[in-house]
């Protein structure tokens, strides 16, 4: 059921994405550029690999949100007239697409738009190349280069101050003077075609126009995201069902093996009868089969009914159109496939040792255990225990393999917890790095185009500012050898307060003053190292090509980022401009400040850092509350199953001894406390090899989540071992309580009649 | 264990030291009667049962399979309940008592014997009378009891290393240890053979005499009738008659 669920829900997550990629024609690469007339279509569809070429005019604007008091950016794409033939095609959630012959018309992407409250027929208003312009929102949509919306220069999506919107390409060029032109190519890639020599020659045709560097799916942002978003997922899918599987088997062989033991008469009858050993097994094997088959029909029907809540969980959280649950006939295969031999594994060894019985010794009844003061007594421990914590000790050491198997199980369940958990803390301590050590700015400002280092005067006379530092990002090619990596260059002040530059660790890494620093997802693409030189071929202003010395490599956890000094960059570049600048800000003008900044025609989006995290927040606690639904509920069914079925066993085994001290006069808690002794014993046993072992899965967890955008850091905090802890117990109270209604409904006379 | 609510017929109502049966009645039941309903059948177990058992007094109850004696002893026993009529301990009415209550009744004041010995298999012989003299108050020290049913060389033992007849009388001596007011046998010598079941039933009379513990014996051998003081015979669940022998035969004179 576990497979069905997991696997199911990462191949229904996979394949709805690709039905939506195929749907809105995803592209394969994408360029920007300044601007191309559009009679370089005919050239780029010269281009051999090249099936499909659509141009499009994308910008950025501030946009008037009135929830907000500080600007939100948007960011406008021109959709075509022709919208079937076209790549990157809108998904429309609710209202219309745009007319493309009316002026004014926009369609504005759904988060934003639910963020904010718009609804079709509201009014939008937006500062595109300095004028300000009203668009009449008609619709809402999704897109899959949109599914995670990440303002340029952040590192997490913000939805309610940062929108995209689709404008009809007529209306969008007249407004942005881009009349006949292009400055973004979207490419499909022929069957068969080469992605990298596609890019290489794409580079080529843009260079004059412009061109920033090509990039393929695989570097595009939301797709990023939700690619590793769907490989954590395929990878929980994976180890989370073996787990199941493990404890599945085992629970399987107990209660066949106590079955078997219980009818050792009826064994050793039909052996006197003449039934071989063969037949013997068989019989009983079928049991097993009869449970699997069972238990995988009702796994199936649940699983696929959990599997479809979860995807409509997911779905709902990646916006992904027309997700629908299919769980593959081969994957249901598998499923049973894999129940089947795991439950035959499991009942294979108790039917071996009850068909290997000859038959008049498996007609008496089965020899009284044989107990003896156990380990822990002999160490010494057992004189100062009351009789009623030695029939505890003894009976967990009487079964060894069993106790340490069932210790195992919960184990697991424990370390689940903590795998499930530990992303949060990592994600915690990744943004406590960001947001409290690295982005220490009351206000990111972005500007639309390059302004003067010179504007950082301006800024600072604005009322409320404190403390303004510049920084400037420059789209660059870093080559070295046969390796390439397209990239930004940020570049910030040395003595700059306001961005410092943070490893994993949390040590500060200085900015040298000449060279640069690199990410070390980034040195270990390229394969440099401190020391190193690497090519850098600008890919703005006069385009110089410059070989620069890797300062330093920093151990971070935020994609592939490049410093440099500010004043080192400039001398780089060949020219000083700056793209935007970090302010201090005095708390109590902040509001007067934002309203200021938003009649600046040149400031294109104000960010805070406290906005962002509280935004980003919001969501993690959506994916969070699936995510831990899901952990929690699979560690607990774990937890109970293991402790239910060890209590039950148990019950069955001893439930003449617990008979009797109950006629002793022992009272039903203190019986229950006799009996779910072992199981506490167990559950206590296993918390601490659970955390051991859920630290190290996490660490290879940790290990394994690197993506381009980010990875992550690996702590485990207190509060989630002390969590996973608290969720076993509670299992395991919960499966004391089952068996103590049990235990309290016994007859006493009736246990007592039987002889032993 | 100060709120008990038995602890007061202890102290108040049964005096063990009274030798002399039928000035003290320990037990009184009156119009008790069993029912089982099964389905459309019911089964009568007990039929209005009028009786009274004396501290002090040894009790042999005959009768044939299913004549209800083991129903009777459960219901003095504490382990369950009359359909209709009232049983007293004392003054306290067991008829009608919580679970909790008959827990401690029978945890303080009853001794059970049983025909399978229901002994602790991973506990020792010791161990096995420590579980029962460490919640009791009052009670020998375990060792003390196993000495009176002569096991004091098997202390350490587990059940499984112990004959039968030994396992009946640790068990005796669990039963007894706590000093109970009153001890119920049901077919204690039923799995033995003669000779160990003579032995378990000497040490059964022995600890009557030495505790002077109310004692009820169930038994399929009339012979052993002339062990008690009475000897109730039981039959499709009356008590057909109530016979006093004249004197208690000891255990060495009785032959069957
Ligand atoms: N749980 C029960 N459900 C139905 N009938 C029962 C139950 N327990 C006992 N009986 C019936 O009650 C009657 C008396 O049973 P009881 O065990 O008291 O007999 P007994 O005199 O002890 O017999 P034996 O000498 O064989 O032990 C029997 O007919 C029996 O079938
Ligand atoms: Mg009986």
Known sequence: ???????????????????????????????????????????????????????????????????????????????????????????????????????????????????????????LRAVINGRLH????????ISPEHTYAIPPGAIIPDNERYGIIW????????????????????IQLAPGSKERAVMSDLDQVLRPYGGLGAYPRSRQPSHLMVQSELDQNRATGTIIPIVFLAVAAFLLNVVLSRMIATQRSEIAVLKAF?????????????????AVLIGTGAGIFLGIALGQSM??????????????????????????????????????????????????????????????????????????LPPAGRMILRNVERTPVRSLLSIVGVAYAVAILVIGMFMFDGVDRMMELQFGETQREDLAVNFNRSLSPSVRYDLARLDGVTRVEPFRVVPVRLRSGQLTQDSGITGIPRESRLRRIIAASGRVQPLPPSGVVLSDLLAERLAVEAG??????????????????????????????????????????GTASVSGAFLSVDDHRRAGLNAALKTVPAVASVSSPDQSLASFEEQLDESLLISVFFILGFSSVIAIAVIYNGARVALSERGRELASLRVLGFSRREVAVLLLGEQA?????????????????????????????????????????????????????????IVRRRLDRMDLIEVLKTRE | MGRNPWTRLTQTNVDPALESPGSNPVFRVQDVTKTYHMGQVSVHALRNINLELYTGELVVLLGASGSGKSTLLNILGGLDVPTTGRVFYGHEELSGASTRALTLYRRHHVGFVFQFYNLIPSLTARENVALVTEIAHAAMKPEEALELVGLSDRLDHFPAQLSGGEQQRVAIARAVAKNPQVLLCDEPTGALDLETGRMVLRVLERVNRQTGTCTAIITHNAAIAAMGDRVIQMSSGRIASVDRNAERTSVEAIHW
């Open chain 1, 167 to 186: 404008i009809g390409r007529r209306a969008l060029s007249s407004m942005y003077d881009m009349e006949g032109a292009f400055n973004e190519v979207l």
């Open chain 1, 532 to 573: 190193d030189v690497l090519r850098v071929e600008v890919l703005e202003g006069p385009r110089h090509v410059r070989d620069v010395t890797v300062a330093g490599v920093v151990e971070d956890f935020l994609g592939l980022s490049v410093f440099m000094d500010l004043d080192a960059l400039h001398r780089l570049v």
């Open chain 1, 274 to 290: 003449g039934y071989s050993n063969a037949e013997v097994g068989w019989h009983y094997l079928q049991f097993a089969f009869v």
């Open chain 1, 134 to 141: 009203g668009l009449r929102i008609v619709g809402t949509g």
């Open chain 1, 681 to 737: 014993i167990t559950t206590v046993a296993a918390i601490p090899l659970g955390w051991l072992l859920g630290y190290g899965l996490a660490a290879a967890v940790a290990a394994g989540v690197r993506t381009d955008a980010y990875r992550i850091p690996f702590v485990v905090s207190t509060n989630t071992f002390m969590l996973a802890a608290l969720v076993t117990i509670l299992a395991a109270l919960l499966s004391g309580l």
């Open chain 1, 311 to 384: 995807v409509d969980l997911y779905g709902e959280f990646f916006d992904f159109p027309n997700l629908e649950y299919d769980a593959s006939p081969v994957l249901m295969i598998i499923a049973v496939g894999v129940s089947l031999v795991a439950a035959t594994i499991g009942a294979l060894g108790s039917v071996r040792r009850a068909s290997r019985l000859p038959p008049a010794e498996a007609m008496r009844a089965e020899p009284p255990a044989s107990f003896k003061p156990g380990l822990v007594e002999r160490w010494g421990f057992g004189s100062s």
């Open chain 1, 1 to 123: 059921m576990t497979v069905l669920t997991m696997r199911g829900t990462y191949e229904s997550l996979d394949s709805s994405r690709d039905q939506y990629y195929r749907d809105t024609r995803f592209p394969d690469i994408w360029a920007s550029l300044e601007k191309a007339p559009l009679s370089l279509v005919g050239d780029l569809e010269a281009i051999s690999g090249v099936a499909t070429v659509t141009t499009r005019i994308a910008l950025n604007a501030n946009l008037d949100v009135p929830s907000t008091d500080a600007p939100a950016l948007g960011r406008l794409f021109s959709v075509p007239e022709n919208r079937s033939a076209s790549l990157a095609d809108i998904h429309v959630k609710t209202g219309r697409y745009v007319d493309p012959e009316s002026p004014d018309e926009a369609v504005v992407s759904r988060n934003f738009a639910v963020a904010n409250g718009f609804t079709p027929g509201d009014t």
